[in-house]
């Protein structure tokens, strides 16, 4: 790729934004022309990526995020309460736990990570049909969806589809992965609604009530791929963020490189097979008024890959039809806990994201909808 120097030896970033955006090709295709040294757009600030990873997880090694078993949750007994228990500890603490004995085929899950491969790696020429900056579309494909008002470009390519609420039509999704979508769709929608019922009850609310307020409603899904970079140490997969939605329900592959900030430390995540990994998002905690937490994390470049993840986040978009009002959640406010937050509609908090340069290391998007 040609980098956008002037004569002068200035640099203009703008133009060289714009030069790799018109290829469409994304990191991919940066990596296919055998690219051995990372273009100015994607390297970060060099002292931040060195600094930030050498607090990352050597010393944390023995720590890992909560697992909890579904296998047991509608036998006799004392088991639901006790995963129902888990889920508080690890919503207060972590904002971050794993999910096994859930049910959905290993097969199903394969497919899943398959299709999204595959998307990424079809002919360069039938993918650009899906590039587009448009975020009002339903299905898109392209390279960091803050890439204009980002300062930190990262190496992954993002297929984007939101599969709920509303019909979508299957045509829109792209036929190399279409019908694996469509049934994991299926699956993931019982399985968001089983993790919303053990956080109602994880909040001393009734089974039925965060369903009850259209937090399942809306399902985004991003398929990530992150190709082997040639200098991962100064560039980021993904950015240190945290998500908008109420939770995430994420699917990766074996590769790694997935990191939580917890405790003033970043813990790796080792990738366990079969296990989802679920992670509370920042409209979570803003309806329980801070008791659930929406935890800071990031993946790093690597050498190794293509990395390929796939996250389904309960949120709504930038849809003008998403018109519900949420606050701090009436049941968890008292005198001594009175509200944080303002009430605001959902695609307020997606436009922010969208459109505001954000650095997470200072405060976290939410500090715009606090009293």
């Known amino acids: 790729m040609m980098e956008a120097d002037h004569e002068d030896g200035s640099y203009d970033r703008n133009k060289e934004l714009k030069l790799f955006d018109e290829t469409k090709a994304g990191v991919k295709g940066l990596v296919d022309a055998g690219l051995t040294k990372l273009p100015k757009i994607f390297v970060h600030d060099n002292h931040k990526v060195n600094d930030s990873s050498s607090s990352s997880s050597s010393s944390a090694t023995n720590v890992s995020i909560p697992v909890i078993d579904l296998g047991s949750l509608h036998e006799e007994g004392n088991s639901r309460h006790e995963i129902v228990q888990k889920v508080k500890d690890a919503g207060e603490k972590w ?3 794993q999910v096994v004995n859930h ?6 899950l394969d497919e899943m990570l398959d299709g999204v491969r595959k998307f990424h790696e079809q002919d360069a020429e039938v993918k650009k049909e899906f590039y587009s900056r448009d975020i009002t579309k339903r299905v898109f494909y392209n390279t960091n969806f803050n890439f204009y008002t980002t300062s930190e470009v990262n190496w992954r390519d993002t297929l984007y589809c939101l599969l709920a609420p509303g019909p979508l039509d299957p045509h829109q999704l792209p036929s190399i992965c ?3 979508i469509i049934e994991y769709l299926d699956h993931i929608k019982k399985l968001a609604l089983t993790l919303l019922e053990l956080l109602s009850e994880a909040l001393g609310l009734e089974g039925n009530y965060l369903k009850d307020i259209d937090c399942g409603e809306g399902i985004f899904m991003v398929g990530n791929y992150y190709p082997p970079c040639p200098e991962p140490e100064l560039t980021w997969g993904l950015s240190a963020h945290t998500d908008m939605g109420f939770v995430t329900i994420l699917l990766q592959d ?3 490189g997935l990191q939580v900030f917890h405790e003033n430390q970043w813990f790796d995540i080792t990738p366990f097979p079969g296990a989802f990994i679920i992670n509370l998002g920042d409209m979570m905690q803003l309806i329980t008024n801070d008791k659930f937490m929406s935890a800071k994390h990031r993946v790093v470049a690597q050498k190794v890959g293509p990395r390929v993840s796939v996250s389904c986040s309960l949120r709504q978009h930038v849809q003008d039809e998403c ?3 949420y606050g ?3 049941e968890l406010v008292t005198k001594e806990n009175p509200p944080i937050y303002k009430e605001m509609k959902m695609p307020d908090l997606v436009k922010l994201v969208y459109t505001t340069k954000l650095d997470y290391d200072i405060s976290s998007p ?3 909808f606090r009293l």
């Open 366 to 368: 939410l500090k715009h």
């Open 178 to 180: 279409r019908d694996v």
């Open 254 to 256: 074996q590769v790694g």
């Open 95 to 97: 904002g971050f736990f």
């Open 323 to 325: 018109l519900r009002m």
């Open 328 to 330: 701090p959640i009436k």
């Open 103 to 108: 049910k959905i085929p290993q097969s199903i």
